[in-house]
């Protein structure tokens, strides 16, 4: 959950998060509990609302002096203040840090700049020294899952599942049965991993993706299966995750939940 404080407001913040979308939301909330037209922020057609991001993942530095170092200085159009949004400013070099950086050094009264990345260190001190940091508390739960000790082997059978051999899909089940390995934290970590594969599946982009690290695996997941095979994983795991918490047979429910 990502919560920017309304009363008092900064001129800059970085909000780290894996979940870009939730990002936009949160600031969109923010625009309009300080005043800006809720049509026209929710359409993200604000005139004093602007967003940065790049297709390729590589910001430019021509982009951020012409669509924030040369704009910066003048007032807002119909707004009390201007909000700029940049994504992802984990992918900004250090020489365009340093563009934006007198920018951020003595900002307007009027401007607001949002940097929404998935590792705030990756930020220039200088840039992180002034700015708000603002963590969103449910990446905690996506970053847990990455120091999984089957991780690869978890991550492989749930995109084979439709080629594994039967025996295959058992044994595996069997070790979640058997307590060798926590059947909640392998539920965990398909629910992100599903969630992600959906997602890119319907916007084709890999912007707004929770597990950053996966993305290469999301992507197989979301190629390897359709939409109605990935929501019937879905409601399989769901079931799982009933089965877990009511003792029922957890080496069958695992075998089933991979019979897709």
Same mark, same amino acid.
């Given at each position: 959950? *990502? ?6 407001? +900064?001129?800059?913040? *970085?909000?780290?998060?894996?979940? %870009? $979308? ?21 359409? $993200? ?16 530095? /021509? ?9 910066? @200085? ?5 707004? /009390? ?18 563009? !934006? ?8 009264? %009027?401007? *607001? ?9 990756? &930020?220039? $001190? ?5 700015? =708000? ?8 739960? +996506?970053?847990?899952? &990455?120091?999984?000790? +089957? ?28 307590? $060798? ?8 970590? %398909? ?6 594969? &959906? ?8 912007? +707004? ?9 999301? =992507? ?6 359709? =939409? ?5 994983? @879905? ?16 080496? =069958?429910? !695992? ?6």
């Amino acid at each position: 959950m *990502i919560s920017i404080p309304y009363k008092k407001i +900064y001129n800059a913040y *970085i909000i780290e998060t894996y979940n %870009y $979308e939730s990002a936009k939301n949160s600031i969109k909330e923010f625009a309009m509990a300080n005043g800006f037209d809720r049509p026209l922020v929710e359409s $993200e057609n604000h005139p004093d609302i602007f967003y940065l991001e790049s297709p390729d993942d590589n910001i430019k530095i /021509d982009a951020v002096r012409n669509d924030i170092v040369n704009t910066a @200085i003048y007032s807002p159009k119909i707004a /009390d203040k201007k909000i700029y949004v940049i994504y992802d400013a984990v992918n900004l070099e250090e020489v365009v840090q340093n563009a !934006l950086l007198k920018t951020l050094e003595e900002p307007p009264a %009027y401007d *607001i700049f949002f940097l929404v990345t998935s590792n705030a260190n990756k &930020l220039l $001190e200088t840039i992180r020294s002034r700015c =708000i940091t603002i963590k969103d508390n449910e990446d905690i739960d +996506y970053r847990s899952v &990455l120091e999984l000790e +089957y991780l690869e082997d978890a991550i492989l059978n749930i995109s084979n599942a439709k080629y594994m051999a039967v025996s295959d899909k058992m044994s595996f089940a069997e070790k979640f049965a058997s307590k $060798e390995y926590k059947l909640k934290d392998l539920i965990k970590l %398909y629910r992100y991993l599903l969630r992600d594969a &959906l997602l890119y599946k319907l916007t084709l982009s890999k912007k +707004y993706l929770h597990l950053k690290e996966l993305e290469d695996d999301v =992507i197989t997941l979301a190629n390897t299966y359709d =939409i109605k095979v990935l929501g019937k994983m @879905i409601d399989g795991l769901n079931y799982l995750a009933d089965a877990n918490r009511n003792n029922v047979n957890k080496k =069958i429910a !695992l075998f089933n939940f991979l019979e897709v």
